[in-house]
Structures are given as C-alpha cells and as structure tokens.
C-alpha cells in the first residue's frame, strides 16, 4: 500500500464551479499535510500548509483534514481557467511524500 | 519566485555518462533536498542535507550522491546514468528548527533526458 493515494485524474470542470481534490495516507502519525500546484513543466508551488485536523481556508482555496478517515481535502471555490494544473497532495515527515497528482483543466 | 535556483534547465545525456546538477538554496535556509519527478507521477524523495551532512535517504542507489556547501548550495551527482533517470530533479530548501513542520519550498526543476 502506498503512504499517500491520489487519484491522477484527470478532471475537467467549466469555470466558475467548486472543485474538490482528495487523498488518502496510511499512517495515523502523519500530522503536517501539504498543497503544490504545479503548472506544466514547472517546480511545485506551495498552496497550502495544515497541522493536524481541521479546516484552513485562503482565499478562493480551502484545505481540509479528517484524521479519524486519513483523508485530506483541497476545495477550490469559483475556478478560473488559471487553476488549470496539477495539485499535489504532501505529507511533510521531514521529508514530502508525495501522491501522484492530479491534474485539473478548468474549461472558460 | 521561491528564491530556489537550479542550473542547468534542460540537458541530454548519454547512457552510461555522469551528471552534475546544483542548486542554490533560498537566502536563510540550512537545509536543501532533492526530488526526483517522473512523467505524470509525484515527485519522489532522493536525500536530504543539513548542515553540509546527508541526514535522510530515499530508496535510490549509491550512483546518486550529493553535496552541499558551506553557503548551503548543492549538487547532485547521479553516475553511470540509465534510461529510468530521464526526470524532472528538483531541489527544496527550507529552515530546520527541529520542530518539524517546516515549510518546503521548490526550484523549478532541472530536466534529464538519457538517450
């Protein structure tokens, strides 16, 4: 079983809609959970950063984690055409393990 | 802009050759690490240095090494290069306060082809 699972997608949503990423991890004793976007042949750039459970919200995005369930969250409100990427879900154990990534088209 | 730079952007190489890729950490952080992205999946741990000392290894072999300088740049050094290390390196760099949690931030990347 992989520590963190993610499914690739694609997903392609119209603009304007709520976007929902997920992943699951394996171990209980992860409690730093990450978000990259990356665009096409770029580095990842940092989103999102949450300790523990609970909500973290910036702007359009917000960041989720249940860790009675291992799942983390990355909601996008009101997508734009620049949201088209793919977002990497992390856990941060001194070192990131990464899911595979999912990649978003946001159609205008 | 992340402050992370990498040189050189793109390169091709031959099987069997040597390469060298560096880094030059974020004004400030003590600590670089280097990925290893494939096509289409997440990037995956290679090592970790801080303080000029390898603390953290990713399942790779010892063709892969690594440096890092009292400025805390780094290199990365892979040897005797196969078709499989055709990826996407990319250097993070970040403050290790020992608590944990530090924030990661990345370079845009060096790109290996191996013909």
């Given at each position: 079983q992989k520590e963190v699972e993610q499914d690739p997608g694609p997903l392609s949503v119209p603009e304007g809609a709520i976007v929902s990423l997920n992943c699951t991890y394996s171990n209980s004793a992860f409690q730093y959970f990450m978000w990259y976007r990356q665009y096409s042949r770029k580095g990842p750039e940092l989103l999102m950063y949450t300790y523990s459970s609970g909500n973290k919200e910036d702007g359009r995005f917000t960041a989720q984690v249940d860790k009675s369930s291992k799942y983390i969250s990355l909601f996008i409100r009101d997508s734009q055409p620049s949201d088209s990427a793919t977002y990497l879900c992390a856990i941060?154990?001194?070192?990131?393990?990464?899911?595979?990534?999912?990649?978003l088209q946001v159609k205008p | 802009e992340t402050g992370v730079t990498q040189s050189p952007t793109h390169l091709i190489k031959t099987r069997g050759q040597q390469v060298t890729l560096r880094c030059s950490s974020q004004s400030g952080h003590n600590t670089v690490s280097?990925?290893?992205q494939a096509l289409g999946q997440g990037p995956q741990f290679i090592f970790q240095y801080y303080r000029e000392e390898e603390n953290g290894r990713g399942n790779f072999p010892p063709r892969f090494s690594g440096l890092q300088f009292p400025n805390y740049s780094s290199e990365l050094n892979v040897n005797a290069l196969e078709l499989d290390d055709s990826a996407l390196y990319l250097c993070a760099s970040s403050w290790a306060s020992g608590r944990g949690g530090n924030t990661i931030y990345f370079g845009e990347g060096s790109w290996l082809t191996v013909v």
């Open positions: 941060h154990t001194g070192k990131l393990i990464f899911g595979q990534g999912t990649t | 280097w990925y290893q």
